[in-house]
């Protein structure tokens, strides 16, 4: 399968005309293991001039999806002075603590992002769509030996965060990483359930 370019001028175009319209952006991308939000994150940040901050930075150890997101809401979207701890995979231990500028936007990419508590203090979601088999493939290709044993166990804390907080359905634009296009919903967030529902 060819695979398609995220950061390619028209996905880019499409997605940083809307989100530009915000004052000051915060914008999450999730979806699964191998998807290809990295590549959309590393183009989308520069064209909005954002910060960026990588989930997989924030993960403390193969079981720790969970905490990051739950750090990325209190630590970073919730905070008048937001920060964030990086972890150290080498030694399985908390590292060097960061700093964000409250004022710049922000893009945060990384499975768990996308939940309804991180939704709602975001202006925009964008879930990468493709299916499991491709993104394994990638994933390992990308990761290798390193990725390889604990692709279930990452995948299943996957499968609970998505069962659980319907990230695809907290979207505003879903990319189909398999084609290279953008998807728009004329959707707004329902405040109950934190959820976008037709307009």
Do not use: C
Not at 93 to 119: F, I, M, Y
Not at 155 to 170: C, G, K
């Amino acid at each position: 399968m060819r695979e398609a370019d995220l950061g390619d001028r028209e996905v880019l175009q499409s997605l940083t005309v809307r989100i530009a319209l915000a004052k000051r952006p915060v914008v999450l991308i999730d979806g699964g293991s191998g998807s290809g939000k990295s590549t959309l994150a590393d183009a989308l940040a520069p064209a909005i001039g954002a910060q960026l901050l990588r989930l997989e930075d924030v993960y403390p150890g193969w079981d720790g999806l969970e905490a990051a997101s739950t750090a990325l809401h209190d630590g970073v979207l919730a905070s008048e002075s937001p920060r964030w701890q990086s972890w150290d995979w080498a030694r399985g231990a908390g590292a060097a603590w960061h700093r964000l500028n409250p004022s710049q936007p922000l893009v945060v990419e990384g499975s768990g992002s996308l939940s309804r508590r991180n939704r709602r203090l975001a202006t925009y979601g964008i879930w990468v769509d493709l299916d499991a088999a491709e993104r394994r493939r990638r994933a390992i290709d990308r990761d290798g030996d390193r990725y390889a044993p604990h692709w279930d166990r990452w995948a299943t804390q996957e499968a609970q965060f998505a069962e659980r907080e319907r990230p695809s359905e907290l979207a505003d634009a879903i990319v189909d990483a398999a084609v290279g296009t953008v998807r728009f919903r004329a959707t707004g967030l329902n405040a109950e359930t934190g959820l976008n529902t037709p307009q």
